[in-house]
C-alpha cells in the first residue's frame, strides 16, 4: 500500500540462506521492493517451512546473516511444527531473544489463530500462549484469510485445534502488538470492528496479503 512503512520479503523457506538468496528484491516475477527497512520472512504453510528444534536452532545461530543482508527484522511464519511444547517452546524463545538482542523487530504470524499442523492440538494453544507472554516479540499476527482471494477477513479459529481452545481469546492481553494479516486495506474495518467489539482488542496496525 502506498502508506506502507515495512515490507516483508516471502519465501516460505525456513533456512536462512536460502530465504536471503530466494527473495531478489524488485524482480517482476516475484519480489516487489520493499517498504521500510524490510523484514524477512522464514517457514510458511509447506514441508519447506516447518519449524523444528534443529530449524529453529540454525536460524539462531545465523541470526546475524538476517541484519547483514540489510533487513530490519524477522518474521517467523509458524504454520507447521514438529516437535513437543516443552520442546519448541525454549527453541523459540532463543531465536526471538537472539533477534532482537541485534536490534531486529521480531513478528510471529500464523495461520489463523494458530499453527494448523502440530503434533497435537495442545501444542498449538501452547505456542501461542508462550508468544503471547514473550517480551521479545514486537508483533502478532493472525492471517485471516486462507487463499488470499477473500472479499472479507476470515474470523474463525484454526480447525485442527478449535475444540483444545485455540481461538482468538487467546490473544487478549498479549505484550506484543496485534497487527493481523490482511488481504488488503479494505479489511482493517470489520478486523478492528470484529476484535474490539468480541474480545477488546486493540488493532494497532495490518500487514498485506496482495502486492502491489
Known sequence: PPDADMGVAFTGLIDVGSAIAGYTEGASWC???LAGPGMLSLGGGN???MFTVSALSDITTNMHAI???GYGGVCFDVEETVGSSSELIPAFQEAFAAAKSIGLTVQVTTSHSAPYQTDSALVAVDL????????NIDEISPQLYSSG???SPEFSATASCASEGCTFDLYQNCTAAFVPSLVDSTHL???QSYFN???GIEVEGYYQWAQV
Do not use: I, L, M, Q
Open 31 to 33: 519480489c516487489p521492493v
Open 47 to 49: 514441508s519447506a517451512g
Open 67 to 69: 541484519s547483514d543482508a
Open 128 to 135: 501461542v500462549k508462550a508468544w503471547c507472554a514473550d517480551g
Open 149 to 151: 482471494s477473500e472479499t
Open 189 to 191: 474495518p470489520p478486523t
Open 197 to 199: 467489539s468480541n474480545f
